[in-house]
């Protein structure tokens, strides 16, 4: 079993901060990439930001030079750092990690539960 558990959402004025933090836990032998989703009322479901076990960054246009992507490999956590927050920035934030499990070949991906972010004006 593998569990990603986040937390650090929460409701913040605009230009506000937050950070989101999600650990990885259970049988696992690697974690490759890690990274952010978000997802909006009616919207679909889209990539925040990614990051490689090397600490390769990829960011969307949309929150360049406002969010960080940051991960401890020795502590199986990833973390987002947000900054200057707007109101479009409001969703349910998901990490995602592609891990292989103990015992087993091949990576798959795996979800945490969702944390909401919203920004008021």
């Known amino acids: 079993q593998v569990q990603l558990v986040e937390s650090g959402g929460g409701l913040v004025q605009a230009g506000g901060s937050l950070r989101l933090s999600c650990a990885a836990s259970?049988?696992?032998?690697?974690?490759?990439?890690m990274g952010w989703f978000r997802q909006a009322p009616g919207k679909q479901r889209e990539l925040v930001a990614a990051i490689t076990s090397g600490g390769t960054t990829n960011y969307a246009d949309s929150v360049k030079g406002r969010f960080t992507i940051s991960r401890d490999n020795a502590k199986s956590t990833v973390f987002l750092q947000m900054n200057s927050l707007k109101p479009e920035d409001t969703a349910v934030y998901y990490c995602?990690?592609?891990?292989?499990?103990?015992?087993?070949?091949?990576?798959?991906?795996?979800w945490g539960q969702g944390t909401q972010v919203t920004v008021s004006s």
């Open positions: 259970g049988s696992i032998f690697s974690i490759a990439t």
């Open positions: 995602n990690a592609h891990i292989a499990r103990m015992g087993t070949w091949g990576k798959n991906d795996y």
